[in-house]
């Protein structure tokens, strides 16, 4: 599970950075305006826009990587 992860994150990226979590079975039509089929998806946006896009579990520095490139 990656929820945990996503919650230390956010403490490490307050100031920096929004982690938010979306239930797809709640919001379908969110899921599939961005095209999310499988979970679990996590998107990263910049400037509204999607600046990258993570399917699948991966590491806590995986994710932090992500974050690092788009919250630069």
Do not use: C, H, W
Request: no cysteine.
């Amino acid at each position: 599970m990656i929820a945990p992860v996503l919650d230390e994150l956010a403490d490490e990226f307050e100031g920096r950075a929004k982690i938010g979590k979306v239930n797809i079975d709640d919001q379908q039509a969110l899921a599939a305006e961005y095209g999310i089929r499988a979970i679990p998806t996590l998107l990263v946006f910049s400037k509204g826009q999607v600046a990258e896009q993570i399917v699948g579990a991966r590491s806590k520095r995986d994710f932090k990587a992500s974050l690092d490139r788009v919250a630069a």
